[in-house]
């Protein structure tokens, strides 16, 4: 059986040249191989957890690899953000039955996020910590036409997808509130069913500054629901009129 897969949601969700990576399966071989540094970031962590953080990053040298990328450590900065190596830009999700990592060169991108979540409704409480009250009305307009989606879970999973474009961009935190995400249904929703597809659009509420303050005001993605998740994604490409950046 198959343990590492080339192909999956995040390929629909963002094309070549991006390389992308996913396992449902947990295994003792990716704990193993693990690098010296990596092993000891996690030491400590429960056995969970140690999984969690050696399986995703398995994806990871998968997706790399298929770059052409030699296997490197793959420590986790400031808030969790994966250091790539030099010239490359991605992202790493995990979350119950799901690893999987996107990773493409800055020549292509400035940023990608990824996010994968259970596709089960929010706690109550979490919800009204992390949405807006217009967000909270489209959502429930949205549940009203295809109850299959738990948009509020959708909703979540747009936002890390944000936040994970967002903060390897200004180096600045962006809080749940700082962020009015709008959901398209798309396609597949119109009748009950467990695949569903569509586009979001995020209005970020406060300044970025820098270089790349003009090109996160909006941020665009896609999102899936099948196999029991809700994946969401942003590819923030680079612009073909200038020059990639000095790294």
């Given at each position: ?16 040249p991006a390389s992308a990576a996913h396992t449902r399966v947990d295994s003792a071989a990716a704990v193993r191989a ?5 092993a000891a970031a996690v030491a400590r962590a429960v056995p969970k957890r140690r999984q969690e953080y050696a399986s ?133 929703t119109s009748a009950p069913g467990p695949y569903a597809s569509g586009t979001f659009s995020a209005d970020v509420l ?42």
């Amino acid at each position: 059986m198959r343990r590492w897969h080339n192909r999956g949601v995040i390929e629909e969700l963002i094309p070549a040249p991006a390389s992308a990576a996913h396992t449902r399966v947990d295994s003792a071989a990716a704990v193993r191989a693990l690098f010296p540094e990596e092993a000891a970031a996690v030491a400590r962590a429960v056995p969970k957890r140690r999984q969690e953080y050696a399986s995703v990053r398995m994806c990871a040298r998968l997706a790399m690899g298929a770059l052409g990328v030699p296997s490197v450590a793959l420590l986790s900065g400031r808030r969790g953000a994966p250091r790539w190596p030099e010239g490359l830009v991605g992202s790493m999700t995990h979350c119950a039955g799901y690893r999987a990592a996107v990773v493409g060169r800055v020549s292509d991108y400035r940023g990608l996020g990824i996010d994968a979540e259970p596709n089960s409704p929010l706690p109550e409480d979490v919800l009204e910590y992390v949405s807006l009250p217009q967000e909270r009305d489209r959502l429930r307009a949205l549940g009203a036409a295809a109850p299959d989606v738990c948009w509020d879970r959708l909703l979540f999973s747009a936002k890390e997808a944000v936040f994970k474009v967002w903060y390897p961009l200004t180096g600045r935190e962006l809080d749940f509130g700082e962020a009015d995400v709008r959901i398209d249904a798309g396609a597949g929703t119109s009748a009950p069913g467990p695949y569903a597809s569509g586009t979001f659009s995020a209005d970020v509420l406060i300044p970025a500054g820098g270089p790349d303050g003009a090109h996160l005001k909006l941020l665009e993605g896609r999102w899936l629901c099948r196999d029991g998740l809700v994946v969401t994604a942003i590819a923030l490409r680079r612009r073909t009129d200038g020059p990639p950046p000095g790294r």
